[in-house]
């Protein structure tokens, strides 16, 4: 009797143990649903704060799509970086702004992205055009495009994060005499009776990687530009300066001999 005694009195002691130990796990889980939370409204804020400073003085009077906002916020809300903060903020003006301007799919490119992935992606748009596309000033990449801080394992890097398309031997085809090309808000006319037997190999931005060249301030590389205009000038082109104030197909444009200073 004494025996079976003493092994309640032990299992009644092992039970309260247990429902100790199990309330002490259910305090430090909410404690942690608590803190989880407060992180991610805090997050979501800080975009929502830089998607205010960004958005135009118009916007659309068309709703963002709900399966677009279920997953924006469903993956914003993960995001601290304050650097990071602002690209989703700038989507999420963007997009309030004018629905449908970015996909799904490239919300998840740039919920991989890594903080470097994103400085070496403002740098590769600083080197490319508008429409999405870095020209190829040499064969060997590394030589000539190194000097303005992108080596070509940066553009593995991109590619791999969904930034850039998959294939180096892309080329950029003009279909007319004349063309323009829009670097960083400098605008450049080229000209030439051969311009559409002269294409250039040219590494391309993905859809997502188009999307997201919207968001990058324009910060125009000068020295590159020289580089670039001296490029097309030896395959025969002729180039000249619109000003931003132009309309691309007016009659007015600025020329110059030498592309020293813009």
């Excluded at 670097?183 to 859809?207: A, D, M, T």
């Amino acid at each position: 009797a004494i025996k079976a005694k003493s092994s309640a009195l032990s299992e009644i002691a092992c039970n309260e143990l247990l429902e100790k130990a199990d309330a002490d796990i259910m305090e430090r889980a909410r404690l942690r649903l608590v803190s989880r939370e407060i992180e991610s409204q805090r997050n979501l804020e800080a975009i929502a704060e830089f998607a205010l400073i960004n958005l135009p003085e118009t916007v659309s009077e068309n709703p963002v799509d709900d399966d677009w906002r279920r997953h924006f916020f469903g993956t914003a809300e993960n995001i601290s970086d304050e650097s990071m903060q602002l690209l989703w903020g700038k989507v999420l003006a963007g997009e309030v702004s004018n629905p449908g301007s970015f996909s799904i799919r490239t919300l998840n490119v740039l919920r991989s992205i890594s903080k470097t992935e994103a400085e070496k992606f403002r740098l590769a748009c600083r080197l490319a055009f508008a429409s999405g596309f870095i020209v190829k000033l040499e064969c060997n990449f590394t030589k000539m495009h190194s000097k303005f801080g992108l080596i070509y394992n940066d553009l593995l890097a991109l590619r791999d994060a969904g930034l850039l398309h998959e294939h180096d031997k892309l080329q950029q085809p003009f279909t007319e005499e004349e063309d323009v090309l829009v670097n960083n808000g400098i605008i450049l006319k080229l000209s030439s009776k051969n311009l559409q037997n002269i294409p250039f190999e040219v590494f391309k931005f993905s859809s997502a990687g188009r999307e997201l060249q919207k968001l990058i301030e324009p910060d125009p590389l000068v020295p590159y530009l020289n580089i670039l205009v001296a490029h097309f000038r030896n395959n025969g082109i002729f180039v000249e300066r619109l000003t931003d104030t132009e309309i691309i197909d007016g009659v007015s444009v600025d020329s110059f001999t030498y592309f020293t200073e813009l």
